[in-house]
Nanobody, 123 residues
Framework: VQLQASGGGLVQAGGSLRLSCAAS????????MAWFRQAPGKEREFVAA????????YYLDSVKDRFTISIDNAKDTVYLQMNNLKPDDTAVYFC?????????????????WGQGTLVTVSS
C-alpha cells in the first residue's frame, strides 16, 4: 500500500487548509485511515481517523471543532479540512492506514504511512 499526502503549506492563523491522502496498491475489505502530526521536538500525535466502510470518525479533542476528516471511497482518498488554524497546529502531517474496522489513536496500530506534508501556521 502506498499513501501519498499533499496539501500542506503556509497559512496565517485563522486560515484554512485541506490535506489529501490518496491510497493505492492493495485493497482491504475494511480499513481505517488516519492523520497524525509531529511538531518539531515533539512526539507524533493522533489527529483524526475515519473508517473507510461507514465513515465513523474520531478526533483529538483540541481539533474536533475545527478539523473535519472525510473520505471518498471511489478515489481511495481521505481528506482533512482544517479551519481556524492556530500556530500550535504547525507540524508535519502524516496519513496512515490500518486494516480492520476499529478506529485507533495509537500510532503503532497503523501499518502503512505516507511521507508527510508540512503545515506552517504563522501568528
Amino acid at each position: 500500500v502506498q499513501l501519498q499526502a499533499s496539501g500542506g503549506g503556509l497559512v496565517q492563523a485563522g486560515g484554512s487548509l485541506r490535506l489529501s491522502c490518496a491510497a493505492s496498491g492493495r485493497t482491504f475489505s475494511s480499513a481505517v485511515m488516519a492523520w497524525f502530526r509531529q511538531a518539531p521536538g515533539k512526539e507524533r500525535e493522533f489527529v483524526a481517523a475515519i473508517t473507510m466502510t461507514i465513515g465513523s470518525t474520531y478526533y483529538l479533542d483540541s481539533v474536533k471543532d475545527r478539523f473535519t476528516i472525510s473520505i471518498d471511497n471511489a478515489k481511495d482518498t481521505v481528506y482533512l479540512q482544517m479551519n481556524n488554524l492556530k500556530p500550535d497546529d504547525t507540524a508535519v502531517y502524516f496519513c496512515a492506514l490500518k486494516s480492520g474496522r476499529l478506529i485507533g489513536s495509537v500510532r503503532t496500530g497503523y501499518t502503512y504511512w505516507g511521507q508527510g506534508t508540512l503545515v506552517t501556521v504563522s501568528s
